[in-house]
């Protein structure tokens, strides 16, 4: 097809703000994604020592951030997995990666992303055979159309 980008990786920060994405360029979700951003993050001049990573897979990424110098300000974050994924894992894996489980996460279910996909969805048939410059653009306003209204939407959402 003639397409470098096989699809978009990101992470949010609390309340599913959108924070850092990049291009995918081998199919499936590598770690070197997950790292990547993550250093994208400790470089981000919000960044603070409070960051708590929960990740689909943080139980396996555990290894592999800690060996990373880039990566050694978050060496003791606490890390978790999300609600909706962590029923898929171990029994082992669940007790000591539930976020209700974890310090530091209260009540976050850590499916910010899927929300955020969800939003995403109508621009895939649009952008898919964009250019790259394009498609980043696309979805760079894409994003901060989310963002704005998600910060025009606080306070307006009522729990019975």
């Known amino acids: 097809t003639g397409v470098d980008e096989t699809g978009v990786f990101g992470i949010t920060y609390d309340h599913g703000f959108p924070l850092a994405f990049l291009d995918m360029k081998i199919c499936g979700e590598k770690f070197e994604y997950m790292l990547s951003t993550l ?84 621009f895939v048939s649009m952008t898919r055979y964009m250019t790259p410059l394009n498609r980043c653009l696309t979805l760079t306003v894409a994003l901060k159309t989310f963002s704005r209204q998600k910060v025009e939407s606080i306070g307006t959402s009522t729990y019975s």
């Open 39 to 122: 250093a994208k993050v400790v470089q981000h001049p919000l960044y603070n020592e409070r960051i708590c990573i929960m990740y689909d897979v943080g139980c396996k990424i555990v290894m592999y951030h800690q060996n990373m110098p880039c990566l050694q300000a978050i060496n003791d974050a606490p890390i978790a997995v999300g609600i909706f994924h962590i029923t898929g894992h171990t029994p082992d894996c669940q007790v000591k990666y539930h976020p209700r489980l974890t310090i530091g996460y209260g009540l976050k279910d850590g499916e910010w992303l899927e929300r955020l996909w969800s939003y995403l969805n109508g």
